[in-house]
């Protein structure tokens, strides 16, 4: 088999990885269909909202929106995009201050990147995690992740 089979191979693998931590509307009639993309749309309009927000400064909104956000992709059975918005939320609550809430968002986070396999967002929830070490004064335990 070449390399760029491998790599092909490799990129599927992949996306049905990750299809497999993210949920996909169930076909049906037109109006059941309209009613899941709009339902769909929400949590996505609330990640623009938490950015925005955060992006202002405005890290009380951030957490509202981000944490509406996550609450909506968990109900929905969307773990990927959930463990996608938890950072993002820890990262309002570690500007708002709000360290312990910071921590529980960016564990649950790091374990549905987990339950997943996402590495990226694994990653990406690690970073949050050591920031919020360091700027509790527990710069030795953020260099351990």
Same mark, same amino acid.
């Given at each position: 088999?070449s390399l760029?089979?491998?790599? =092909?191979?490799?990129?599927?693998?992949?996306?049905v990885?990750?299809?497999?931590?993210?949920?996909?509307p169930?076909?049906?009639?037109?109006?059941?269909?309209?009613?899941?993309?709009?339902a769909? =749309?929400r949590?996505?309009? =609330?990640?623009?909202?938490?950015?925005?927000?955060?992006?202002?400064g405005?890290?009380?909104a951030?957490?509202?929106?981000w944490s509406?956000?996550?609450?909506?992709?968990?109900k929905?059975g969307?773990t990927?995009?959930?463990?996608?918005?938890l950072?993002k939320?820890?990262q309002?609550?570690q500007?708002s201050?709000q360290h312990?809430d910071a921590?529980?968002?960016v564990e649950?986070? =790091?374990?549905l990147a987990?339950q997943?396999?996402d590495?990226?967002?694994?990653?990406?929830?690690l970073g949050?995690?050591?920031?919020?070490?360091?700027?509790?004064?527990e710069?030795e335990?953020?260099q351990?992740?």
């Open positions: 088999m760029r089979s491998l790599f =092909l191979l490799a990129l599927v693998c992949l996306s990885g990750e299809a497999a931590c993210s949920t996909s169930i076909r049906g009639d037109a109006k059941a269909s309209a009613v899941m993309d709009s769909a =749309l949590p996505e309009k =609330l990640m623009e909202q938490g950015s925005t927000a955060f992006k202002k405005d890290f009380a951030a957490v509202s929106n509406e956000a996550a609450g909506l992709f968990e929905g969307n990927g995009r959930c463990a996608e918005a950072p939320l820890s309002a609550h500007e201050g312990q921590l529980k968002a649950k986070a =790091l374990s987990h997943c396999k590495e990226r967002r694994r990653a990406e929830a949050v995690l050591g920031s919020i070490q360091i700027s509790l004064g710069s335990r953020a351990q992740n």
